[in-house]
């Protein structure tokens, strides 16, 4: 089973870069992110043999689930706080694997109320993966988590010392979600530095490889024991009108 996680950045700019993706790497789950609108373009992806679900929101945020086999939707909002209005989460099943497509806040400037924002989300999600774990659901968190974990995760992390990315709180709230017994798809294959998630569109950033690791598939104990490959697919964001981010993909068993 092929699980992909991608955050697209707009979904009305990227449609033709996901749709071409999906014909060329055939996954059977794409989980996607930012999808900036209240519309979603079921019908295109349907007509690809991909049944669709989403949680929308004007302008921002936004994520959506793509899959071959029928899906169940748990929940389309992260519990925790009945005011936030934020579309960031959504939780769906797939013959019986659980699957938790996220866009973790951004969290800069870090002296405003979004640092404080992003590290409240992080303790809600922790509650909620702590909640499926005390429960045996087999599950798998993807998506866009807005933090780097490592220096090697980072072309140069003294730049982004004081980031809401790599702020120390930041990656302590990620190791947390780890020590939950979660494993990082990507690291426990991949050893390297300099393989990368995200590419600024701004100084160069992409043809120089001057980007950061902050797309990343976490799969709890049972589904870990699955793991067959993970890798990152840098070929969509090579293309003209790219999104910044590029697809991280996990290979399971089943």
């Not at 996901?18 to 059977?28: E, H, I, N, S």
């Not at 909620?128 to 087999?138: C, D, N, Q, T, Y």
């Not at 980072?154 to 709230?173: G, H, I, M, V």
Request: charged fraction near 25%.
């Amino acid at each position: 089973m092929r699980i992909a996680t991608w955050n697209v950045n707009s979904i009305k700019a990227r449609l033709d870069h996901v749709k071409d993706w999906l014909g060329t790497a055939q996954p059977d789950v794409l989980m996607i992110q930012e999808l900036k609108g209240l519309e979603f373009p079921a019908g295109d992806f349907q007509s690809l043999g991909y049944e669709s679900v989403f949680a929308g929101q004007k302008t921002y945020n936004g994520v959506a689930t793509l899959s071959r086999r029928p899906q169940a939707v748990v929940l389309n909002r992260l519990p925790g706080d009945d005011a936030d209005e934020q579309a960031r989460y959504l939780e769906t099943d797939i013959d019986g694997l659980r699957l938790v497509n996220i866009y973790l806040p951004n969290g800069n400037p870090v002296d405003s109320d979004k640092f404080p924002y992003k590290l409240g989300w992080m303790t809600r999600l922790y509650d909620r993966l702590s909640a499926l774990r005390a429960e045996g659901v087999p599950f798998l968190v993807g998506g866009d988590f807005n933090i780097i974990p490592e220096d090697r995760d980072c072309y140069d992390p003294a730049l982004w010392t004081n980031d809401a990315l790599f702020r120390l709180e930041s990656r302590q709230k990620f190791r947390a979600l780890v020590n939950l017994g979660l494993t990082d798809a990507f690291r426990v294959l991949n050893d390297d530095a300099g393989q990368y998630t995200y590419w600024d569109y701004q100084g160069g950033a992409w043809p120089a490889n001057k980007g950061i690791r902050i797309d990343h598939i976490l799969l709890s104990p049972p589904v870990a024991d699955r793991l067959r490959g993970c890798a990152i697919d840098t070929g969509p964001r090579g293309r003209d009108k790219a999104s910044d981010h590029t697809p991280l993909i996990a290979e399971i068993t089943g």
